[in-house]
C-alpha cells in the first residue's frame, strides 16, 4: 500500500456540526457522515446513476441516494441490498483538531452485477404483419366492470385491424395493470429520469412494464381510448402518460429517440364537450414522444355539458354505426400510414443525427 496523502477537510468541531455533508477534494466527490462519535468517508458518486449520495439523508448507519434511494454504509461503503456491491470508503485521521481524508481507497467501488433489464435491449422491429396496440384508459370497478363508451370503440378498431386489415392486436387495459405513480426523479435533476423507468427497474411488480415494452417495441400503431373527464382525459391517462416521461426524456437528455416510425390515433367520447381540448393535448403528448399521426388522426363522441342523461349517451355509443365506421376508418388510416413508413424506412428526425442534446423544436 502506498504511503497516505493527507488532505485537510476542515476543523473536527465544525465538521461534527452536520451528519451527513457533500465535500468535494480536488476531483474526487466525498460523502462525508458523523454519528456516534464516528467520522465515515466513502465516494460521494452513486455506483447506480451518479447521484450525489453527500446530498442525500441517514438512515441509522446507511446513506440513502437522493436520486434513487439507494443504500450504503457510511462507514463501509457496502451497498444495503446489492451483494458484494459498494462504493469506495476512504481512510480518514484526526490530528491537530483537524480532519484530514487520503484520497486512497482503502476498499474500490464495486458496482453491482445484475442482468441487463429487458427494456435495455436494441430497438428492433421484429418481421411480420402490421401491429396495432390499443391503449384503454377507463378507470372502473374491476369486479362489476361497467360498459365504457372509449373502450367499446376501441375493440371495434381492433377487431377491424385484425379482420379486416390483417394486423396483429394487443389490447391493454390500464385499468388492469397495477403500476406506481411517477415519483418526480426528473425534478431532482434531469439525469435521474432514466430509461427504463427507474420504478420499472427497482419494482419488478410494477406492471406498466407492459406499456413500455409495447409502444417502444412491438407496435406500429398505437390507438389511445379516452372518457373526457371535466374536460381533460381520464385520470388513468394522466397517471400512465406521466410515467412516459423517461421516453421524452431520453431525447432531451441522451440524445436518444426511442419511438420510431410509428403512428398514434385516438379515440375519444364523454359526457360533456371539450373534444378539441382533449384531443390537443394528446396529440402534443404523443407528437412529442415521437409518433406521427395521420390525416384526421382521433375519432371522437359526446352529447354537450347538459346531457346528464349517461344512459342515452351509452346507448347511443352502443347502436351508432356511424361510430363504428369512424373506428374502422381511423384504423385504416393509422394502418396505411404505419405501412407507408416502415416500407419507406424513414431516417429518424432527431437530435440524434445533430450531434447536440436539444430538444428538437
Known amino acids: 500500500m502506498s504511503t497516505p496523502q493527507w488532505?485537510?477537510?476542515?476543523?473536527?468541531?465544525?465538521?461534527k456540526k452536520q451528519s451527513l455533508q457533500a465535500l468535494q477534494v480536488g476531483a474526487v466527490p466525498i460523502a462525508l457522515s458523523y454519528g456516534d462519535g464516528r467520522f465515515g468517508a466513502i465516494l460521494g458518486t452513486c455506483i447506480h446513476e451518479g447521484g450525489p449520495l453527500?446530498?442525500?439523508?441517514?438512515?441509522?448507519?446507511?446513506?440513502?441516494?437522493?436520486?434513487?434511494?439507494?443504500?450504503?454504509?457510511?462507514?463501509t461503503g457496502a451497498a444495503a441490498e446489492e451483494g458484494s456491491a459498494a462504493v469506495a470508503r476512504f481512510q480518514l485521521k484526526e490530528e491537530g483538531g483537524d480532519l484530514f481524508i487520503d484520497l486512497e481507497p482503502v476498499t474500490p467501488s464495486q458496482p453491482a452485477v445484475k442482468p441487463a433489464h429487458p427494456l435495455t435491449r436494441a430497438i428492433e422491429r421484429a418481421p411480420g404483419p402490421l401491429r396495432v396496440?390499443?391503449?384503454?384508459?377507463?378507470?372502473m370497478n374491476r369486479q362489476h366492470p361497467r360498459f365504457s363508451t372509449s373502450e367499446h370503440l376501441l375493440d371495434v378498431a381492433l377487431a377491424h385491424a385484425r379482420e379486416a386489415c390483417g394486423a396483429e392486436t394487443r389490447l391493454i387495459k390500464l385499468n388492469d395493470l397495477s403500476?406506481?405513480?411517477?415519483?418526480?426523479?426528473?425534478?431532482?435533476?434531469?439525469?435521474?429520469?432514466?430509461?427504463?423507468?427507474?420504478?420499472?427497474?427497482?419494482?419488478?411488480?410494477?406492471?406498466?412494464?407492459?406499456?413500455?415494452?409495447?409502444?417502444?417495441?412491438?407496435?406500429?400503431?398505437?390507438?389511445?381510448?379516452?372518457?373526457?373527464r371535466w374536460g381533460a382525459p381520464g385520470s388513468l391517462y394522466f397517471k400512465m402518460i406521466e410515467r412516459m416521461n423517461c421516453i421524452q426524456n431520453q431525447i432531451t437528455i441522451a440524445n436518444r429517440v426511442l419511438i420510431r416510425n410509428k403512428v398514434a390515433g385516438f379515440i375519444i367520447t364523454g359526457g360533456q364537450d371539450n373534444i378539441q381540448a382533449v384531443a390537443g393535448m394528446m396529440l402534443t403528448f404523443f407528437g412529442e414522444l415521437g409518433f406521427q399521426f395521420p390525416q384526421f388522426p382521433f375519432i371522437a363522441h359526446s352529447r354537450g355539458w347538459t346531457a346528464e342523461d349517461m344512459e342515452e349517451n351509452v346507448k347511443q355509443v352502443r347502436v351508432s354505426a356511424e361510430l363504428r365506421e369512424g373506428a374502422c376508418a381511423l384504423t385504416a388510416r393509422c394502418l396505411a400510414m404505419a405501412d407507408g413508413?416502415?416500407?419507406?424506412?424513414?431516417?429518424?428526425?432527431?437530435?440524434?443525427?445533430?450531434?447536440?442534446?436539444?430538444?428538437?423544436?
Open 7 to 15: 488532505h485537510r477537510l476542515g476543523v473536527v468541531a465544525e465538521l
Open 54 to 75: 453527500g446530498e442525500g439523508t441517514l438512515e441509522h448507519d446507511c446513506i440513502v441516494c437522493p436520486w434513487h434511494g439507494q443504500m450504503f454504509n457510511r462507514l
Open 133 to 139: 396496440v390499443g391503449l384503454s384508459t377507463t378507470a
Open 179 to 228: 403500476f406506481r405513480h411517477c415519483e418526480g426523479y426528473y425534478s431532482k435533476g434531469a439525469d435521474t429520469c432514466t430509461w427504463p423507468c427507474t420504478i420499472t427497474q427497482q419494482d419488478p411488480a410494477d406492471e406498466l412494464l407492459a406499456v413500455y415494452e409495447a409502444l417502444v417495441f412491438w407496435g406500429d400503431v398505437i390507438l389511445v381510448g379516452t372518457p373526457i
Open 341 to 361: 413508413l416502415l416500407r419507406a424506412e424513414q431516417p429518424v428526425t432527431s437530435t440524434e443525427r445533430g450531434g447536440r442534446k436539444a430538444h428538437p423544436i
